[in-house]
Every structure is written in C-alpha cells, then in structure tokens.
C-alpha cells in the first residue's frame, strides 16, 4: 500500500504563488512516476503535471505550462508543484498521484491517490 499526504494549498490573490508538497510512504518512492492533478467544483479531475522516477522527464498541462514546476526530492520521499502567477481559473482540489512505472507521461491513469488540498485564487 502507499500513503500519499499533499499539503501546502491554501488562498492567495491573483499573480500570487503557492508551492504544494506530496509526502508518500509505503512503497520504494523513488522508482515510480508522479502526477499532480486538480479538480474545479462541477469539472472533472484533469492532468496538471507529470515526474518520471528520476525526475529526468516532466509534462505539463498547457493551461500551466509556463507558470507551475514539478520536482522531487526521493531522498525524502517528497514530489512538489512549485505554481506561480496563479490565476482564478487555477482553483481547485489538488491531488498527488503515484503511477507503478518510472513514466508514462501525461495520463490520467495512477494507481495510488492523496486526499488532495483546496487551492484557492482570489482575483
């Protein structure tokens, strides 16, 4: 089994920034892929970032591209999602996912999922 806790959401006005943090347990981190999805009130859940295991390969939504960051840290069993210029389209629950392969790319298709963590974009 896998634990996955995203923390770090939060309410910030537009142009604002947030970093959000995944701390994973259970399973050998460091050899699978990560994502990072967000789901709007009424909208279905959507892919914003993807990490291979190494952290050699990322993917981005094109709504994002530009203005968010993923990174890991597997010495600490840690993924971020660095968001900046956030805007109010950007709220949303964000969740952290674990995917049993080292990269799949941009896919919605994870195995293990965190509890998630409301942003909120005030304009």
């Known amino acids: 089994q896998v634990q996955l806790v995203e923390s770090g959401g939060g309410l910030v006005q537009a142009g604002g920034s947030l970093r959000l943090s995944c701390a994973a347990s259970g399973r050998t981190f460091s050899t699978y892929a990560m994502g990072w999805f967000r789901q709007a009130p009424g909208k279905e859940r959507e892919f914003v970032a993807a990490i291979s295991w190494r952290g050699g390969s990322t993917s981005y939504a094109d709504s994002v591209k530009g203005r968010f960051t993923i990174s890991r840290d597997n010495a600490k069993n840690t993924v971020y999602l660095q968001m900046s210029s956030l805007k109010p389209e950007d709220t949303a629950v964000y969740y952290c996912?674990?995917?049993?392969?080292?990269?799949?790319?941009?896919?919605?298709?994870?195995?293990?999922w965190g509890q998630g963590t409301q942003v909120t974009v005030s304009s």
């Open positions: 996912a674990l995917d049993l392969t080292r990269w799949s790319g941009p896919t919605n298709q994870h195995d293990y």
